[in-house]
């Protein structure tokens, strides 16, 4: 649910081939969406609608898909606004926001289906044997595959920054890729398309 025709644009691109993706500009077409699916992956909303306040509108609809993933995309720094968003048991990133931070979000969501976490776990062993990962490179990898950022990597690894970015580094110029959530989307793709492309 976002308004802006720019930033629908940018979704719109970051998401595509992961699936059907339903994208609504205002609270009366996020309305109308939710109530024609009885199943979501995720919802990425915008707190400010031009008809009206996407939080508000998740807060009606919450008790039909309590576990449904949320992120709040925001310029509100209030307190009510996060307090809000917290009693969601939703996550939030504030405006202007770099669209790389949303695939731990994206990877979040879409490992969380059930149907689709063999063809992960295919998809994911497929890339580290073709790309002759070593074992910190996969490690990095799953991790970024759960939603884990930099930071949280840094923690779980128990490794310091120059180690994350040699690793890194690595991985990368054997994936040809330009960043983790480049080969996070990577493979996404693939276990969508069904594990191994």
Known sequence: ?????????SLRYLLKGLGTIVVAQTAAEASAA???????CGWI??????????????EQVRPRFPG???????GDRSTESNHRIFRLNAQHLMKPIDFRDLV?????????????QPLLESAFESAVREYELAASETAILALALQGFRHAEILRERSIKLPTLKTQLHSML????????????????QRAIQGGVT
Do not use: H, N, Y
Not at 1 to 9: C, I, K, L, N, S
């Open 34 to 40: 939710l109530a024609d699916r009885s199943q979501w």
């Open 173 to 188: 110029a054997k994936t040809r890729s330009g960043s983790i959530e480049d080969v996070v989307i990577l493979v996404l």
């Open 104 to 116: 731990p979000f994206i990877a979040r969501c879409l490992s969380a289906e059930l149907e689709l």
């Open 1 to 9: 649910m976002e308004d802006d025709p720019q930033t629908v644009r």
């Open 45 to 58: 909303v915008d707190v400010g609608l031009p008809d009206g306040c996407g939080l508000a509108l998740v």
């Open 68 to 74: 449904v993933p949320i992120l709040f995309v925001t």
